[in-house]
């Protein structure tokens, strides 16, 4: 069984096709072809079902497609620590992040890191911070950037506290409360909102701070982005509450403070199991205290 074997076997699987495999992979269809028949033949089953119109896992495959995937990261992962030990940071660098991070300007932490590190290869994945902190505990995600409600913090992990912010209303320039200093929460109970899905973490610390508060409010759309979220608001369909520290982004709308606002905590998590040399460097960029440095004072650098 060969590495290239398991990288053919991936595009396949993800592409559904061996035509469209074969040119990620940069080599002719009928070549590709006879590696996945070599590896079928050495393993004794199928790994695809193919038609004159798709193709697609066998049962094997599904279950052979898993292994490939950890055996060809660790590969990766394996020729990274060589050239780290070499002084050369190499390999890939996944990074996650929920949609209204405000700490850190990551596109402008990912521009130092780029110059610094030109041969690590980038992939951004944005997400909820459950499912972000999952995927960073099995490996799938180096470094996320998350933001939990003040009763929450990420476990299973490696943790730093980033900042702490507040929630603001957001609603459409001509709404009533547009003009408006300051609202509390039982004023905001009477509109219709839009948030991100239920129990999801972005959208537990306004639920907590209604339902603390003896508050029903109406959640009548649901979306994953930030900037949808954003975009109904400007239609003035509902209103909204995000991040403070999140707000200056946001156009086409007005910001509100909230007298009895709900707060969020922003993190940094990383594998406590380990991490890659391009991981470790980007924490570093980040000036994030890791083992053996100061660990006194949040993050600066590409801060804000």
Request: with cysteine.
């Amino acid at each position: 069984m060969e590495l290239q074997q398991l990288r053919y076997v991936v595009a396949v699987a993800e592409t559904n096709s061996f035509t469209r495999a074969a040119e990620r992979c940069l080599v002719v269809q009928s070549a590709l072809s006879h590696q996945i028949a070599r590896l079928e033949r050495e393993l004794g089953a199928k790994l695809f079902e193919r038609t004159s119109r798709r193709v697609r896992l066998t049962a094997a495959g599904a279950a052979f497609l898993p292994a490939a995937r950890q055996c060809l990261d660790a590969a990766e992962r394996a020729a990274a620590e060589v050239a780290a030990a070499v002084g050369e940071v190499r390999g890939r660098l996944a990074v996650g992040l929920i949609p209204t991070v405000a700490a850190v300007d990551v596109p402008g932490a990912l521009r130092v890191f780029r110059a610094r590190y030109p041969h690590v290869r980038i992939g951004l994945r944005v997400g909820a911070s459950e499912d972000l902190v999952e995927e960073v505990e099995r490996g799938a995600i180096d470094v996320a950037f998350l933001g939990l409600p003040t009763t929450a913090r990420p476990r299973g992990v490696a943790v730093h506290e980033l900042a702490r912010d507040r929630l603001v209303a957001v609603v459409a320039p001509d709404h009533p409360l547009a003009g408006a200093s300051a609202v509390d929460l039982r004023r905001l109970a009477s509109e219709v909102f839009v948030d991100l899905p239920a129990g999801t973490a972005g959208r537990v610390q306004s639920d907590q701070a209604f339902a603390a508060a003896g508050l029903d409010r109406d959640v009548a759309f649901e979306v994953t982005t930030a900037d949808y979220i954003t975009r109904l608001v400007g239609q003035n369909l509902c209103v909204a509450m995000l991040p403070a520290a999140y707000a200056p982004q946001l156009t086409g709308v007005v910001t509100i403070e909230v007298d009895d606002a709900p707060a969020r905590v922003e993190y940094v998590v990383w594998n406590r199991c380990g991490r890659t040399p391009a991981a470790t460097a980007f924490l570093s960029v980040l000036d994030i205290p890791l083992p053996g440095t100061p660990a006194d004072g949040p993050a600066s650098a590409a801060a804000h």
